[in-house]
């Protein structure tokens, strides 16, 4: 719900059956998002023109197109949590380390910063010193994955471990520690230490090359998988990372968008009568916004007949025939503007003097 309320383009997201079309709003929305730019100066670099005059000019080529960067985003979104989920199951398979909690594992993921961490790269290497107990722990939970390709790995690690004379203790790669000897030699009255490999038997020489087949076919995976979100052409339309998005949404401020479209009224009404004007007077501005802007220019006190005048001399007739009913009409304007201002918070009559007001209100405070 909080993506839904922040991202307007996330209507593209509604699981529909039906496939809406997207309104002229949509596209151009769209067409302003960071990662379409980088779309187009792709194809650009490509020599794709003609792909990229098509999203740039025509909305049912930019609508398709854009339903299946959908597609593939989440699809590669689905393989990223998919790949975060089996480091998780290899970390917490690993026995006397602190496994990392999940929450930490997905923001890392989601940031783009586990493909080259320390987090994946400990991981890999612990994975090439299990024994082959803990592998086939490890290949068993991971096979309901089904974009991890192991089922080779496991049946041969299956025939392997079922050849074992003494079932009782696992078999160990060459890159275990207990294939490690320390040899300790005297050299000019100084000792040095080395070390060097112990004699594989020949199932463990077989392990350890089924060890090898799971580290790189685990590193392709990790390659392929651990991307970065945000590289992901449209990413915007289906991720947001605002950590209190409700808060942006359910707490607006009311006052500063009340001032905002008294002071500019072009910025909402979008009206070409006012464009000229957007930072001044204008005869065609509202009545309310026009009292609004004297309003800001008077000080604690105002006079409600000066105010009339620089009202009037805005908004009022001009010298014809119908000036007296145009100046009624004017007033009437100049009564409810002052009204609609009392309503807000902003005048009140004033105490000491009856025909002047009180201000209460002041722009940005």
């Known amino acids: 719900m909080t993506h839904f309320f922040v991202n307007a383009l996330s209507w593209i997201v509604h699981p529909s059956p039906a496939t809406p079309t997207l309104q002229t709003e949509h596209c151009e929305a769209i067409r302003n998002l960071p990662s379409f730019r980088s779309l187009i100066e792709d194809l650009m670099k490509e020599r794709q023109f ?20 959908f597609r593939d985003g989440t699809g590669s979104m689905k393989h990223l949590v998919e ?47 299990l024994p082959s107990d803990t592998m086939i722990e490890i290949l068993k939970k991971a096979s309901t994955f089904a974009i991890l390709e192991l089922d080779g790995v496991k049946t041969d690690l299956y025939e392997l471990t079922r050849n074992v004379t003494d079932g009782s203790a696992p078999l160990r790669s060459e890159y275990d520690v207990h294939h490690e000897t320390l040899r300790t030699t005297v050299v000019a009255q100084k ?7 112990a004699t594989l038997s020949k199932q463990d020489a ?12 685990l590193k392709e995976f990790f390659e392929r998988y ?5 590289t992901l052409p449209l990413h915007e339309i289906f991720l947001f990372d605002l950590k209190s998005p409700v808060r942006e949404v359910f707490a607006p401020m009311p006052r500063q968008a009340v001032e905002r479209a ?53 908004l009022g007739p001009e010298d014809g025939d119908n000036e007296e009913v145009e100046d009624q009409e004017t007033l009437a304007l100049f009564y409810r503007g002052l009204a609609e201002l009392k309503f807000l918070g902003m005048i009140k009559n004033s105490r000491k003097k009856t025909d002047h007001l009180t201000k209460n209100l002041w722009k940005g405070l």
């Open 262 to 314: 008294l002071s500019a009224p072009h910025d909402y009404l979008d009206c070409d009568c006012c464009e000229g004007f957007a930072n001044g007077l204008a005869p065609s501005q509202p009545p309310t916004a026009i009292l609004y802007q004297l309003y800001l220019e008077s000080g604690t006190i105002i006079n409600i007949s000066d105010l009339w005048s620089a009202f009037n001399a805005i």
């Open 50 to 69: 003609t792909k990229a005059k098509g999203l740039l000019d025509t909305n049912h080529i930019l609508q398709e197109t854009t339903r299946q960067l």
């Open 83 to 129: 790949a975060m989920e089996v480091l998780k199951i290899i970390q917490s398979s690993i026995p006397n380390k602190v496994h990392i909690p999940w929450s930490k594992l997905y923001l890392k993921g989601m940031a783009g910063d586990l493909a080259d961490s320390s987090i994946l790269k400990e991981t890999l290497l612990f994975v090439r010193k």
């Open 226 to 230: 651990l991307i970065n979100p945000k």
């Open 191 to 197: 000792v040095q230490l080395s070390k060097h490999k």
């Open 206 to 217: 077989d392990y350890s090359k089924i060890v090898d087949q799971v580290d790189s076919a």
